[in-house]
């Protein structure tokens, strides 16, 4: 099958290594499995004031609307290949984020990624855009080539701000959502018969670590992710120390953010320098061994889409702790492979650490065992496979149509 992928976000050629490669992943593995991918990047960037905007105004982005400036201008066309995947870099000049690019300005760099797939000889069987960004150019796509189009959503499901926007999500074929938690806000906007999926994320195989010590009890646990507010860092350094009192436990927390200085201030202040250990940002081959040695996972964030981190702590042997109505909702069962906790909950997550410890060894076994199931069930691969599975179906519309 002959698939293009259209992403603002996809890592290589440059691309500063705070942007996600979720994307990358999908496209890799469909590589692998002998599909033939171009992925078009819709390189965004701002003036160049937006690069040197002070700290607290990058702060201010990052938590009122979940946004990072990149820290470099990506503003040159060019074509790259990373890791096996063919990439056709499209810059996209905007004044401001939530900017939507005129739909004139859109359809002149549709007819330039037209014009580069016919240098490459390669015809879409379907074309998939990530986030809703490429809408307009989705429908570009689809009246040159009449192949089937796909979308899949990472976040909010809302298109108001995308002139004629009805008319544009009526050409989709098919929608995937990053996590069931978008269901019932998909199904009210789109309808309930419109055609969907969960488009969830997978681990490499090689992290579902098989031999891990499941009987491990250590009190040590962890936390991977970005220091933001939405994340809620903070809570769980809070709620360790009032569970413990005096007990031994060990925390780590992996990461790097804008609330990374008052996160080391609320250490000092409570006194837990001996127990908390901040140590900044890792690559993914450090943390997995720090996963090995944990006990036990912890981000109870909001606004979360989907948290691979999850499944890799899983893969690993830790018992995880995630946020309920958030991005695990349908991979996490609460109680049965990991705990749910409302998000940025301090009272609950106290209450659910309390419970954990007091497990017996044969109960947090069964525990364990589940969770490394499930993330045996959302490899690289297998994800990839499911999605691509879905992806036919509307290539196969498509031929039986026309």
Known sequence: MNILVISHVYPGGGTPQSFTPVV?????????????????????????????????????????????????????AIDFNYEGVDVIRVPIFKYKPSMVVPYKRQAKQADYIIAKLQERGFVPDVAVGHWQNPLYILSCIKAHYGCGTAMVLHGAVSFDRYPNWKNLTSQIDLWGLRSACMTEAFDKLMGTGTPRFICASGTPQSIVNLEADLMRWNNRYIYVGFLLERKYPNVVIKTLPKVYDQDDYHLDVVGSGFIENELHALIRQLDEEHRINMTGRKPREEVIPMLDKADCFIMI???EVFGLVYLEAMARGCIVVAS?????????????????????????????????????????????????????????????????????????NYEETY
């Open 24 to 76: 990358h992943y999908f496209a890799r593995e469909w590589v692998k499995q002998g599909h033939k991918v171009i992925v078009v990047n819709l390189s965004t960037y701002f003036p160049c004031i937006a690069y040197h905007l002070p700290s607290f105004v990058k702060k201010y982005l990052v938590n009122k609307f979940q946004f990072a400036l990149p820290e470099k201008r990506l503003n040159k």
């Open 324 to 396: 309920r109505g958030e991005g695990m909702t349908g991979i996490i069962e609460d109680g049965v492979n990991g705990f749910l906790c409302a998000a940025g909950d301090e009272d609950e997550l106290a209450q659910i650490v309390q419970k954990i410890r007091s497990l017996t060894s044969e109960d947090r076994l069964e525990i364990r065992k589940a969770a490394m199931k499930t993330a045996s069930e959302y490899t690289d691969w297998k994800v990839a496979e499911r999605y691509a599975e879905q992806l036919s179906t509307i290539k196969n």
């Open 301 to 303: 964030s909001r606004d």
